[in-house]
């Protein structure tokens, strides 16, 4: 292929702004899939993610199009993850293209994630081609979109296409200007190969296939390849591209998009990020931008079955090999038994990998509330990292301890901005900056501990705001903070699994809120439930679950005995589902209550 | 008195009612539109034909068969229980109960016959002259769905009948000679309090019938009373209310000499209802008409509830059968728990492990003993019984035991 005719490109937008359905349209378009084959938004092939309205894994696609002068292109639409946790996985695709697509929803205009891709494109000199989509819609305003490009991205307004990826309308002009305002390659395959693994999926038959950009040089079949970063070499058994399906070509030269199979066993073998060069003709320097993956968000997931354990393993290992960055190891807890520490990059991957362990290998897991990394430094001047409240150190021998904060950007309409700034305030945020999009909207950012994100962030910004504002948030940096291990006891024994890490001054209000929550969550049992919190000996609160008194079935004739006993059978099923602490029975959502602590207040 | 087990009883379902009360789920219909008479020769056809072993199963057929010998499955009690018995016109009724003493009484040789005869009643279905003609054809016990002393409740449970309304039925019944006479009431109503519950008490205690039902009121789904508590109509019902109301319950009627014999049963010594104590025995009974359940050897079985599709079934002489389950030894034994445990004399084990073997029956020697532990159970000798507290959380206990 002619690296002239080349156009490598994804499309960023803010969550639901139509990304996937003008996805659909080019791929209909380019003939890549006829109407007929084309099920709803291609690209999102989960079922989890069609159902969430995010794309979790990227794809890419190789198209063929015929301009309207009568030039052939061939296009390489490559998918990015839509949410902030894939946000290294993003910048990944990005690096692998020269041009984006930026569509902003015509009735909404420039929302968090617009401008979080938008400047991640930016830094990674793309070509942007703002798209306004749905402008069919009544509500739309494409002029007012148009102002926000400009006064907020330095876009120029004549630029932009104005679409309905719903109707089709304008997309023949989106494609006219992927062929003619984006750059074609500038790599050189005469020099030694350089190819970009921008993800990666694993084949039972073919083990990991990894989806590279070959920025010089070219692979073939055959040809040994070394991953620069893990320095493990291996011989190329396929080279291929996705037409959506994947076809075998001979090699991918220079500016191409395909895949690479090379009999890759293990995830570790083909990182996303890592650069792929030739083993007998190496490049002298990798890639830029390669960084290991580091999960932020930590829980425990235990199996309510404990003879479930060795099936949650192997389910844990095949996630794995598609998620590289699913990180987990055995542990063990007091109150729930064999489980596992899991880590993820966020809130939304830890909720995807829970949901696919219980939808695609029907386990019934229970979760603790979810933790962040801290730092812990001793007094002889030793540095860990403890992820799980179970493992906190005692303070006695504690120099500092540092949490892991975000830089949170939050865009609201005006009237907001008071309940906004209230929202950050009461989760630590320390204020940053604050900026007027237009006379209208306002860009608010702060620093937030990641705990406080994880507890019910979202939930008070979205409800603060009656769903006007969006959010986006990337990693700041480590600070120290006065943190306390905060113990829960069920009937004057301490449950490990529902400890959790709070600062200082916040210990009293979530401890009683915390016991409070949980008083409501753990059923009535046949004898009184004291259930306290406590910071080391000190109890900072107490409720009691007071005693069942009354479980009867009034009346038990002739005629109620199948029906009676099909009454006592649901309520059997109902106790198996709880977890028995001691001679306590304890719902598996109260591990999760730690995290809701709030929803009432 | 007529002792020894009670192996076997005659259920007849009336599914009508005047209309339909707010708390019931019963399968019952409004009388106005059915041809009562017709239905009426329906159920004399089902008995003889149950009776004589039409249509069952080899293995019930076979018992049947014998039973001019063992007797064991020849019904010595019988309840028409509804819906509302008395809301059909007497002589019907009267049909009915005749039919039935005659059936039973002409299968069992020797072995005397039914000796306690139930029909229940609604107050204002219920004068003088019914309950005469009902005495006169072999009745001897009536039970009268009082539910409440209080009008205001009774309107909440949209009975047709006033405090006062039921007063003049229950006259009627001591007056037309019924010396064993069962009174129903439900605690736990939306807005009672338990002044209100022990005021319910004291009245019907005051009156001495022979046996006082004290039901916990539950909220079934679908039911109109329901819905007016989960859309905030009327107040919710607390469970430690009702718990309060359950042991009130017990304090009264034992003060005015009346046994706790079973979680929601009270007799004067000697008057329990022994029609029901068989079912709680896991005795077999068969259950005639629409919607009615028969335990019988091997199985338990439910008639058609349809009205229409039930008379079309037996009068072209078929078992209107809707529904049957084969019991397996092991289910029998579950069942004789369950049932037996709802009862103050509890379950005879060592006779369980005779009827249905050792070893089934000492399978539920650990979780007896654990259940022990909780102070919800309590044995005597061979007998595992409820404690008074283990009945009020009785589903605690029953659902080890399934």
């Known amino acids: 292929m002619e690296g002239s005719a080349i156009r490598n490109f994804c499309i960023i937008a803010h969550i639901d702004h139509g990304k996937s359905t003008l996805a659909d349209r080019i791929l209909e378009r380019t003939g890549a899939l006829s109407e007929r084959e084309m099920t709803e938004q291609v690209l999102d092939h989960m079922d989890l993610e069609r159902e969430r309205g995010i794309t979790i894994k990227l794809k890419a696609v190789r198209l063929e199009y015929r301009s309207s002068s009568g030039s052939e292109y061939v296009f390489n639409l490559i998918d990015t993850p839509g949410h902030v946790d894939f946000t290294y996985e993003v910048s990944r695709s990005l690096a692998a293209c020269e041009g984006a697509l930026l569509v902003v929803d015509a009735t909404q205009g420039i929302e968090a994630q617009t401008l979080a891709n938008a400047y991640m494109a930016i830094e990674h000199d793309l070509t942007l081609i703002p798209v306004i989509n749905k402008i069919d819609l009544p509500s739309a305003d494409p002029q007012r979109v148009k102002q926000e490009l400009e006064d907020i991205l330095g876009i120029d307004p004549s630029e932009a296409l104005l679409i309905s990826a719903k109707t089709g309308e304008g997309v023949s002009e989106v494609l006219e200007a992927i062929a003619e305002r984006i750059p074609s390659p500038s790599g050189d395959s005469r020099l030694p190969t350089k190819a970009l693994i921008f993800d990666s999926h694993f084949d039972v038959y073919r083990g990991t296939i990894a989806y590279i950009r070959v920025v010089d040089g070219a692979i073939r079949r055959g040809m040994k390849i070394r991953m620069m970063a893990s320095g493990r070499e291996f011989e190329v058994t396929e080279v291929g591209v996705f037409k959506p399906s994947m076809e075998t070509v001979d090699s991918l030269v220079a500016g191409e998009v395909g895949f690479v199979a090379a009999g890759m066993r293990d995830v570790k073998d083909c990182q996303v990020g890592d650069t792929i060069t030739d083993a007998h003709a190496p490049a002298e320097s990798p890639l830029p931008g390669y960084r290991k993956v580091k999960p932020m968000v930590f829980c425990g997931l235990y199996p309510s079955e404990n003879s479930d354990y060795e099936a949650l393993r192997q389910a844990l290992e095949k996630l794995q090999l598609n998620d590289s960055a699913l990180w987990f190891v055995p542990e063990t807890s007091a109150a729930l038994g064999f489980g596992f520490r899991c880590g993820f990059l966020g809130l939304l991957h830890m909720e995807v990998v829970q949901e696919r362990l219980e939808r695609e290998y029907d386990l019934d897991i229970v979760t603790t509330a979810p933790s962040v990394p801290y730092q812990i430094e001793r007094t002889d001047g030793q540095v860990e990292e403890v992820d799980n409240p179970a493992k906190w150190p005692n303070l006695a021998h504690v120099a500092s301890i540092k949490e892991p904060f975000m830089r949170v950007s939050v865009i609201t309409p005006k009237d907001y901005v008071g309940s906004v700034m209230d929202v950050f305030t009461d989760k630590r945020g320390t204020y940053k900056e604050m900026q007027y999009l237009n006379p209208q909207r306002v860009l608010i950012t702060y620093v937030v501990p990641l705990s406080e994100i994880l507890l019910d962030f979202f939930d008070l910004i ?137 929803d009432e207040e | 008195m007529i002792g020894g087990p009670f192996s076997c009883g005659l259920y007849i379902h009336i599914p009508f009612c005047l209309r339909k009360c707010s708390y019931c789920d019963f399968v019952s219909y409004p009388v106005a539109p059915f041809d009562t008479a017709r239905y009426c020769a329906a159920v004399v056809k089902e008995i003889e034909m149950a009776l004589e072993g039409d249509g069952w199963p080899e293995e019930v057929a076979s018992c049947l068969a014998g039973a001019s010998g063992s007797g064991a499955l020849t019904p010595r009690t019988a309840y028409i229980g509804g819906g509302t018995p008395t809301v059909l016109p007497i002589s019907e009724l009267e049909a009915v109960v005749t039919a039935a003493i005659d059936l039973c009484g002409r299968g069992a040789a020797g072995s005397g016959g039914i000796f306690e005869f139930t029909v229940e009643a609604n107050p204002c279905t219920l004068s003088s002259y019914k309950a005469c003609k009902l005495r006169d054809a072999g009745v ?82 679908g039911t109109a009373l329901a819905r007016s508590v989960h859309s905030g109509q009327l107040p919710q019902i607390s469970d430690d209310l009702a718990a309060d109301m359950y042991f009130d319950a017990a304090s009264i009627l034992s003060e005015a000499g009346y046994s706790h014999y079973e979680i929601s049963n009270y007799a004067k010594p ?133």
């Open chain 1, 462 to 598: 979205k409800s603060r705001t009656r769903g006007y504002a969006s959010v986006d948030y990337e990693f700041d940096s480590y600070k120290e903070s006065d943190l306390v291990k905060l113990d829960v006891l069920l009937n004057e024994r301490p449950v490990d699994a529902l400890s959790c890490i709070v600062h200082r001054d916040k210990a009293q209000a979530r401890g009683r809120a915390l016991v409070n929550k949980l008083r409501k969550t753990i059923p009535r049992q046949l004898f009184d439930v004291p259930v306290q919190a406590a910071i080391g000996s000190r109890v900072i609160a107490r409720e009691t679950i007071k005693a069942k008194r009354k479980d009867v079935l009034a009346k038990c004739y002739g005629g109620d005995v199948t029906r009676k006993r099909k009454l006592l059978e649901k309520q059997k099923e109902g106790k198996k589902r709880m977890k028995q602490l001691g001679s306590i029975e304890v719902p598996q959502d109260a591990f999760m209550a730690v995290l809701r602590v709030d």
């Open chain 2, 140 to 221: 001897n016990r009536i039970s009268l769905g009082l539910q409440s002393t209080s009008d205001q409740y009774l309107t909440i449970l949209g009975r047709a009948h006033s405090y006062s309304e039921f007063l003049a039925a229950y006259r009627s019944a001591v007056s037309a000679g019924f010396s064993n006479i069962s009174v129903d009431l439900i605690y736990g109503l939306p807005g009672q309090t338990r002044e209100d519950w022990r005021r319910d008490l004291q009245r019907t205690a005051d009156l001495a019938p022979q046996h006082i039902s004290c039901y916990a009121l539950t909220l079934a789904d």
């Open chain 2, 270 to 402: 000697g008057m329990e209802c022994r029609h029901n104590q068989n079912y709680w025995e896991n005795g077999y009974y068969f259950g005639i008409g629409a919607a009615a359940h028969s335990h019988l050897p091997g199985m338990r079985c439910e008639n058609v509830p349809d009205v229409a599709q039930y008379i079309e079934c037996v009068e072209q002489g078929r078992r209107p059968l809707a529904n049957v389950e084969w019991l397996t030894p092991e289910r029998e034994v579950s069942d004789a728990f369950i049932l037996g445990l709802r009862t103050s004399r509890g379950v005879d084990t060592s006779a369980l492990a005779k009827t249905y073997g050792a070893g089934l029956v000492g399978e539920y020697a650990e979780r007896l003993e654990k259940l022990r532990e909780t102070g919800l159970v309590e044995f005597d000798g061979q007998r595992v019984r409820l404690t008074e507290g283990g009945m009020i959380l009785s589903n605690r206990v029953m659902m080890e035991l399934l």
